[in-house]
C-alpha cells in the first residue's frame, strides 16, 4: 500500500497506459480522479476496476482548457486535496511529412501534448505547493529523445513536455514537488490498435512492419507492457521516489539509452 491515502488525478485514464496507472495506483491504496471524453465509458471502468468511492471520473476533452482546469478543480473538491498529477493524455496527431504538415495539424499536436500538461499542471501545482508535497508524472515518449520520419509535430511536442519538465522540477523542488516524465517506447494498447495502421501506412509500411520494427530497435526485442510503465509511475509517485525529480525515465526496452 505504497500510495495509501494519496489522491491522483490522471488524464485519459480510462484506457491503455492511463487505465494501467490508475489501476496501479488503487491496488496501492490511492483514491483516483479519471479523465477522458465518454462519460458511460469512464463511468464503466470505474465499476470495472472496483473502484467504489475511491474513484471519480470527469468527462472533457483534454485540448479544451476550461474541460481540463475543471477537472483538476473537480477532483480537488471531491477529494479534500491532491497530491498526484499524471499528465498521460497526448498522441501524434496528422502524420505528414513537414513539408505537407498543416499550421491546424502542428497546433493540434501541442494543444494535445504541450499545453494539456501545462494547463493540467497549473491549475494542479498550488495545492501541492501549499502543503509542501507533491507528484507531477509526465507521459512523454522515446519520441521526445530522438525522432522519426511524419512524427516531426509529435517529437517536437514531446521534447518540449522534457524541457518542461526539467525546468519546473528545478521550480518546484525547494517547495517539495517532484516533477518527472516517462517515455515510453512502443506499448501496444488500443490507440496502437486503432491508428497504428495510418501512422505504419505514413511510413511506408505495413503494421506488422512497423510493430517488429520497433521492437527491434528496443534491446529486449519486444514491445513494453502497460504494466511496465504503471510500475515506474507508483515509483515515482511513492515516498520510494522522493529523490527522483527532473528525469525522462525511459522504459522503452533499451531504445534510447539516455
Known amino acids: 500500500m505504497k500510495l495509501e491515502g494519496k489522491v491522483a488525478a490522471i488524464t485519459g485514464g480510462t484506457a491503455g497506459m492511463g487505465r494501467g496507472i490508475a489501476e496501479a495506483f488503487l491496488a496501492e491504496g490511492a483514491k483516483v480522479a ?46 479534500g486535496t491532491l497530491d498526484i498529477l499524471v499528465n498521460n493524455a497526448g498522441g501524434a496527431g496528422d502524420l505528414q511529412p513537414l513539408v505537407n504538415l498543416s499550421d491546424h495539424a502542428f497546433d493540434e499536436a501541442m494543444k494535445w501534448n504541450v499545453y494539456s500538461t501545462f494547463w493540467a499542471t497549473r491549475r494542479a501545482l498550488p495545492v501541492m505547493l501549499e502543503k509542501g508535497d507533491g507528484r507531477v508524472i509526465n507521459i512523454s515518449s522515446m519520441e521526445g529523445k530522438h525522432g522519426k520520419p511524419v512524427l516531426t509535430a509529435y517529437s517536437a511536442a514531446k521534447h518540449a513536455v522534457n524541457g518542461m519538465t526539467k525546468s519546473l522540477a528545478r521550480e518546484v523542488g525547494p517547495q517539495g514537488v517532484t516533477v518527472n516524465a516517462i517515455c515510453p517506447g512502443l506499448v501496444i494498447t488500443d490507440i496502437i490498435r486503432n491508428n497504428g ?21 528496443a534491446a529486449i526485442k519486444r514491445p513494453n507492457e502497460v504494466e511496465e510503465i504503471a510500475a515506474v509511475a507508483v515509483l515515482l509517485a511513492s515516498k520510494a521516489g522522493a529523490g527522483i525529480t527532473g528525469a525522462q525515465i525511459s522504459v522503452d526496452g533499451g531504445t534510447a539509452q539516455y
Open 34 to 79: 479519471l479523465f477522458a471524453r465518454n462519460a458511460e465509458k469512464g463511468a464503466k471502468v470505474l465499476e470495472e476496476m472496483g473502484a467504489g468511492e475511491r474513484g471519480l471520473f470527469v468527462a472533457g476533452d483534454v485540448m479544451n482548457q476550461s474541460d481540463l482546469e475543471g477537472f483538476i478543480d473537480k477532483a480537488i473538491a471531491h477529494f
Open 197 to 217: 495502421p495510418a501512422t505504419a501506412k505514413a511510413m511506408g509500411m505495413e503494421f506488422e512492419e512497423m510493430i517488429d520494427l520497433f521492437a527491434q530497435e
